[in-house]
């Protein structure tokens, strides 16, 4: 455990991560699906239940913990959310980019985030990768649009 605590300590707080994938659905579809957040639950494996808190403002609540989260931007081709709690140990923004291409549409998620807690830098790092959250969110978005 030590080892891993100094680890994290080494690595840097703030990382850079994104993945993107076209989808054959339209920019407007995309975009619809992925601002609904309050339908989150009936296509995301990882989320239980949406409260929508305000019109930028709503919590997820998951398996383990409930995240909030604030709506900084939000346009037909980008929106852009940050975890608004400051107590969990990782904070961030993900700035979702859509795109036309071809019949379809490129949704690019990028993150911007910050690892405070030495052991969730550690995993995020080398056990989860800082990909894995957008993979996940990805591929739920990809099996509901179908």
Same mark, same amino acid.
């Given at each position: 455990?030590?080892?891993?605590?100094?680890?994290?300590?080494?690595?840097?707080?703030? *990382?850079? %991560?994104?993945?993107?994938? #076209? &989808?054959?659905?339209? !920019?407007?579809?995309?975009?619809?699906? =992925?601002?609904?957040?309050?339908?989150?639950?009936?296509?995301?494996?990882?989320v239980q239940s949406v409260q929508i808190l305000s019109p930028t403002r709503f919590r997820?609540?998951?398996? *383990?913990? %409930?995240?909030?989260?604030? #709506? &900084?931007?939000?346009? !037909?081709?980008?929106?852009?959310?940050? =975890?608004?709690?400051?107590?969990?140990?990782?904070?961030?923004?993900?700035?979702?980019?859509l795109t036309p291409e071809g019949q379809g549409t490129r949704l690019e998620i990028r993150?911007?985030?910050?690892?405070?807690?030495?052991?969730?830098?550690?995993?995020?790092?080398?056990?989860?990768?800082?990909?894995?959250?957008?993979?996940?969110?990805?591929?739920?978005?990809?099996?509901?649009?179908?």
């Open positions: 455990m030590m080892r891993r605590l100094t680890i994290g300590a080494l690595l840097p707080r703030q *990382h850079t %991560a994104s993945r993107s994938i #076209v &989808l054959a659905n339209s !920019p407007a579809e995309v975009y619809a699906t =992925i601002t609904n957040f309050a339908a989150a639950p009936s296509w995301r494996k990882d997820e609540t998951g398996k *383990h913990h %409930a995240i909030t989260y604030d #709506v &900084l931007e939000q346009t !037909p081709t980008r929106l852009v959310t940050r =975890i608004a709690d400051q107590n969990l140990g990782y904070s961030g923004t993900w700035t979702y980019s993150e911007d985030g910050e690892v405070s807690n030495l052991l969730f830098r550690f995993a995020s790092r080398y056990v989860i990768g800082h990909t894995a959250t957008i993979d996940k969110y990805l591929a739920a978005l990809q099996a509901h649009l179908r």
